[in-house]
């Protein structure tokens, strides 16, 4: 059975820093490119960074380049969303999700057939 688990999320101060991890299970987690998304309230989901399989090739959405760093273990099975300088923003549910498709879009996140339940990020003071 195919699952992603998410954890890390939570309440963080305008300009603080979260660390987002994700846990997948059930398939073949290094020959699936690995994306972050986030739906804030009230939006449509939208892609935050996606990374690709062994060579790590990395894609940012131009709202979170230069503040969030996505990363992967292909040993622990495990990616990471290292968020940092938050703001309001920022806040919403983020998802993580794996895809197998070479067309899939970080975007908007056709291609990504697998998902998490999400992790909310509030950022607040």
């Known amino acids: 059975q195919v699952q992603l688990v998410e954890s890390g999320g939570g309440l963080v101060q305008p300009g603080g820093s979260l660390r987002l991890s994700c846990v997948p299970s059930?398939?073949?987690?290094?020959?699936?490119?690995m994306g972050w998304f986030r739906q804030a309230p009230g939006k449509e989901r939208e892609g935050v960074s996606c990374?690709?399989?062994?060579?790590?090739?990395?894609v940012y959405m131009d709202s979170v380049k230069g503040r969030f760093t996505i990363s992967r273990d292909n040993v622990l099975n495990t990616v990471y969303l290292h968020m940092t300088s938050v703001t309001p923003e920022d806040t919403a549910v983020y998802y993580c999700?794996?895809?197998?498709?070479?067309?899939?879009?970080?975007?908007?996140?056709?291609?990504?057939?697998?998902w998490g339940q999400g992790t909310p990020v509030t950022v607040s003071s």
């Open positions: 999700a794996a895809s197998r498709s070479y067309s899939s879009d970080c975007r908007s996140g056709v291609g990504y057939g697998y």
């Open positions: 990374i690709s399989t062994k060579n790590g090739n990395t």
């Open positions: 059930g398939f073949s987690f290094d020959v699936y490119a």
